[in-house]
C-alpha cells in the first residue's frame, strides 16, 4: 500500500472516531441534527481553547470524558 493511501485511511478512521463522539455526546440528538448548531457548539469551545481558562477547561472536559468512558466499560462488563 502506498505511503499516501495509509496517510488518507488514518485521516478516514480519525475522522469517523470524531464524528462517532458527537453521536457518543448525544449533540445529534440534542440538536436535531441541526449542522449548524454543532458547528457553532464546537466554535465555541474552540473559542474557549484559545482563552485564558484553556488549561482548566482542558482538564474539566478530561475528567469529564474519562469518567464517561469508565462508566461505560463498568456498564458494559456488568451485562
Not at 11 to 17: D, G, N, P, S, W
Not at 58 to 64: D, M, Q
Request: no cysteine.
Amino acid at each position: 500500500m502506498r505511503g499516501w493511501q495509509v496517510k488518507r485511511r488514518e485521516r478516514t478512521r480519525q475522522l469517523i472516531e470524531l464524528g462517532g463522539l458527537v453521536v457518543k455526546a448525544g449533540l445529534v440528538e440534542l440538536t436535531d441534527d441541526d449542522r449548524t448548531a454543532l458547528y457553532g457548539a464546537l466554535l465555541a469551545v474552540a473559542n474557549k481553547l484559545r482563552g485564558e481558562e484553556r488549561g482548566h477547561a482542558l482538564a474539566l472536559w478530561k475528567r469529564k470524558g474519562k469518567r464517561a468512558f469508565e462508566a461505560e466499560q463498568d456498564a458494559a462488563r456488568d451485562t
